[in-house]
């Protein structure tokens, strides 16, 4: 963040979300007003390619933490098959101990580095999509599609639980968020304050949309609300003049701003 911060000359930088440490791929970066667009790019649903080991357990269950047990049981394709379409659909899941959950003020991982391994609360997540890619002996590939706050270590973790052997996370690629895609970002290396900023429309494109005339949009920057006809929705992305205005409330009537990116004229 703060590369970028120097790089545009900016003070307000963000990102929709942190990658694990040894993790690659998607970062959505947010700068300037934008930033307060995050929370609708974070809800949306992500993608991601990892590897497990089977046969190791790890206190981080991933490749950074320190091996706690595990068994080299011999797994067969068919149980391994079967043990993932299990972790399929909507389950409560534990988040391992070294997350970025608070507990009382400090995050989960805070404590973990200090020996204070808590046991958290399971949360409820959707794994909408499953599947294997490969298998090299104890090494499993698969590419996931889950819900927000779905923790990739603890879905190789409950891998290893059902087959009896552990397991851990040693790879971790995020593919997409929603349908903002890898393929189409610019690798942090070749980012330099020329770079063209995609347009913020394009994080909310799975919204509802409203066009606004120029007598709406001039309301909408003063906060006011705007006639509107369409179904009622928590968020419906505002569009004038060939950009986006902002976000807003609707209601069986009328369009609430509640984020606007734009000063009053």
């Not at 490969?134 to 990739?152: D, P, W």
């Not at 996370?169 to 020329?194: F, K, M, Q, S, Y």
Request: proline share 5%; net charge neutral; charged share 25%.
């Amino acid at each position: 963040m703060a590369r970028v911060r120097k790089l545009f000359g900016v003070r307000r930088v963000g990102h929709t979300g942190t990658l694990d440490p040894f993790a690659s791929g998607l970062l959505v970066v947010l700068v300037g007003r934008v930033t307060r667009l995050a929370r609708f790019v974070e809800d949306r649903e992500k993608t991601y390619l990892a590897t497990a080991e089977l046969g190791v357990t790890t206190d981080t269950d991933d490749r950074t933490g320190q091996v706690t047990g595990g068994s080299a049981r011999e797994v067969s394709d068919a149980e391994l098959a079967a043990a993932l379409r299990s972790l399929s659909g909507v389950q409560q899941q534990r988040p391992p101990a070294f997350s970025a959950r608070h507990v009382d003020g400090q995050r989960s991982y805070q404590l973990a580095r200090r020996g204070v391994l808590l046991d958290l609360p399971p949360a409820q997540i959707e794994v909408h999509a499953l599947e294997m890619m490969s298998r090299s002996g104890q090494l499993v590939t698969m590419r996931a599609r889950v819900s927000r706050g779905t923790y990739m270590r603890g879905l190789a973790r409950d891998l290893g639980q059902l087959l009896g052997t552990g397991a851990h996370l040693t790879e971790l690629r995020r593919e997409c968020i929603g349908d903002l895609d890898v393929t189409d970002a610019t690798p942090l290396g070749e980012v330099t304050g020329n770079t063209q900023l995609r347009p913020a429309a394009e994080m909310l494109a799975h919204l509802p949309a409203a066009q606004l005339s120029a007598g709406d949009a001039v309301a909408v920057r003063h906060g006011r609300a705007v006639p509107w006809t369409g179904e009622s929705a928590p968020a419906v992305a505002l569009h004038a003049e060939g950009r986006l205005l902002g976000v807003a409330r609707a209601s069986a009537d009328q369009l609430q701003p509640v984020i606007v990116l734009e000063d009053p004229a």
